[in-house]
């Protein structure tokens, strides 16, 4: 049963407003090629738009070196620091971040 109030549909984000960096995987391309410059280690990038295409949602996994026995708190803050722009004009962002394994 819902809360009062809360409904058990679909969560539906609005887009503020189709923006030159959102276009497709133009935003997704662009955040790409900042963290790559950022993190030239880096064995594995991969963002992805989650807001439908308005590119007010990202989720962003960056495997890279430099994460080497860094707590995840101290990756994410490289990464958010490394988007830093960007990040003013998004809704939402989701950081997966890791060391390369062995």
């Known amino acids: ?35 790559r410059d950022k993190f030239p280690r880096a064995s594995a990038i991969k963002v992805v738009d989650i807001s439908g295409g308005c590119g007010d949602m990202y989720e962003i996994h960056v495997e890279s070196e430099e994460f080497r026995e860094k707590r995840p708190v101290q990756q ?17 962002l989701r950081i997966f971040t890791s060391a390369p394994k062995g």
């Open 1 to 35: 049963m819902a809360a009062a109030g809360l409904s058990r549909g679909p969560l539906f984000l609005r887009c503020r407003s189709w923006r030159g960096l959102a276009s497709g995987t133009d935003g997704e391309s662009r955040l790409a090629r900042l963290l």
């Open 76 to 92: 994410h803050r490289m990464v958010t620091q490394a988007l830093s722009e960007e990040i003013k004009h998004m809704h939402g």
